[in-house]
């Protein structure tokens, strides 16, 4: 049982390093992803909504790369439970 949560509190922290590299410098699939969106549909003047965004470093970065919209991300984490991100938005 110690082992077990060892293990979870090992991949909780790498998690969370993950994330607050992201938001720290965006990962290269964040840009391509932005890139994506902008072929593929508009980003500005919109209201977003991220689901699934893990602790919200996407989200952060087309926010402060699309001041006019407004984006709300949502996530569904077993530690944390359901939590809600704003971020940019005229």
């Known amino acids: 049982m110690q082992d077990e949560r060892d293990i979870y509190e090992w991949k ?3 998690m969370m390093e993950y994330h607050e590299r992201q ?9 391509l992803f932005e890139e ?4 593929n549909t508009c980003l ?12 919200g ?4 970065y087309l926010a402060d ?4 919209s407004k984006f ?4 569904f984490n077993e530690e944390f439970g359901v939590y809600f991100s704003r971020a940019g938005g005229g």
């Open 23 to 31: 938001i720290q410098k965006p990962y290269r699939s964040t840009i």
């Open 36 to 39: 994506f969106l902008k072929e």
């Open 57 to 60: 470093g996407t989200t952060r």
């Open 65 to 68: 790369n699309h001041k006019s």
């Open 72 to 75: 709300v991300g949502m996530d």
């Open 44 to 55: 500005d003047n919109r209201k977003i909504i991220d689901i699934a965004c893990g602790a």
């Open 12 to 14: 909780s922290s790498k």
